[in-house]
Structures are given as C-alpha cells and as structure tokens.
C-alpha cells in the first residue's frame, strides 16, 4: 500500500464511495481545472457554507458521524463537517484526514456554556488536505452567518495555508484559543472523542445529553442560530 493509500480510501464513516457523496462531489467541481487545490477550495466552500453548523447534535454513533448522513441533514458539527469534507476530497482523488485539539472559545453563546459547563470544547475537528506534497489544514465547522452574528471573519481557504480559527474577532476580542492538538486520523476515532467528552464535562452531564437526545429521536433539542451570544 502506498503512503497515502489510507487517506484516500472509503471507511464505514467517511463513506466517500456513497453515490450522494460522489454526486455533490463532482457537481461542487464541475467546470473547475484538473487541480487539487483549486477543487479542495471549491468543497471547503460547499461546505462550510452549504451544511449549517449545529452544536447540540447527536455525537454518541458511527452513524452521527457518517459523511453521508451529514450530507442528508445539511447540518453538523465541527467534526462531521470534518468527516464530510474529508469524503468529498477523496471522490477527487485527494488525500484526506482528519484532525483534533482542544480549544477555548471566548466568544460563544450562554447557552452553550451552560450546556458544556465551561468555555472549553475538547476534540473540536478540523481535517488536513494532502495538496502539493504538503498537508494543509482546513476548518469548516463555521458557516458565514454564524460568523457574522459572533463578530468574526469566516475562515477563509486557499489550499496552500492552514485554515484553523481567529485568535481574534473583529472587535479585537480573544476569540478561539488553541489549547492541546490530539493528533491526525485516516478515520473518525468515536471510542476517543466520547472518552474524552466524559473526561471533560463529566459522565453523569454525557450521559444526561445522550439520554435526552434517544427521547427526542435524535433531533437536537436547542435552536443555536437563537441563542444569546456573549
């Protein structure tokens, strides 16, 4: 197996050979050049704009993760975005991988620290295109009007630099501080990032948002785009 091989195959989450995936796929880069960087561009943009951002998602099954259940719901969090960014890239013969660090977000909503009990997010998700012999990261978790409810610039991508948050927003307020990096993977590694959400915020608080998610049929509770920003 060549060096990137893994990067680029399909996984039972990052399920790149699902038709739906492989059709967004080539409708995002239709008419662009035959190069990687200007069609890894063209599906951060899809992306990061074209699936709402939603915290308070189901996170606890493969199936929360799968690139084209993501896709289906047209919404995510920054690690299913992740997931289906990194499908998308290796219908385009890109390889792909995910990435994770814990991060502390000064800028976020009341509720959703009330929810986590603190202002730090542990296992936020990124991905990594491999473009130009080099890995570039990318982060699509923000979509535009989020950002600009929050007061910061939507990440930008141009395939050549790593794309990775604002330290600060507009105003000049600290905006996302990154705290740890946990390392890369060719896969979502689910048994870790529920280990590491008990570890931060508590079993008894995980397990209180799983139990409320089963009873609500998996359909996320709060509505984040109305909640109060700090």
């Not at 959703?112 to 009990?117: E, K, Q």
């Not at 610039?153 to 507009?170: A, C, V």
Request: hydrophobic content about 35%.
């Amino acid at each position: 197996m060549r060096q990137n091989d893994i990067y680029l195959s399909p996984t039972g989450i990052i399920d790149s050979d699902h038709p739906l995936i492989i059709d967004w796929a080539e409708k995002i880069t239709e008419g662009a050049a035959d190069d990687p960087v200007e069609k890894a561009v063209k599906l951060y943009y899809a992306v990061r704009d074209g699936i709402r951002y939603n915290p308070y998602l189901p996170f606890f099954l493969p199936e929360h993760y799968r690139a084209s259940n993501v896709l289906k719901s047209g919404q995510g969090f920054c690690i299913t975005k992740a997931s289906l960014l990194c499908a998308l890239g290796r219908v385009c013969n890109i390889p792909t991988r995910v990435g994770f660090a814990t991060v502390r977000n000064h800028i976020a909503t009341r509720q959703l620290i009330d929810h986590l009990g603190k202002d730090v997010i542990v296992y936020h998700g990124f991905m990594e295109f491999y473009l130009e012999d080099v890995w570039v990261k990318a982060t699509p978790a923000f979509n535009s009007e989020i950002c600009r409810r929050h007061g910061v610039s939507p990440l930008e991508f141009n395939g050549r630099e790593d794309s990775i948050f604002h330290p600060y927003s507009l105003e000049g307020k600290n905006f996302m501080e990154y705290l740890e990096y946990h390392g890369t993977y060719a896969d979502i590694p689910l048994e870790d990032i529920v280990a590491a959400t008990e570890k931060a915020y508590g079993r008894t608080r995980v397990r209180k948002w799983i139990n409320a998610l089963e009873k609500s049929s998996g359909e996320p509770i709060p509505n984040f785009d109305k909640e109060d920003v700090l």
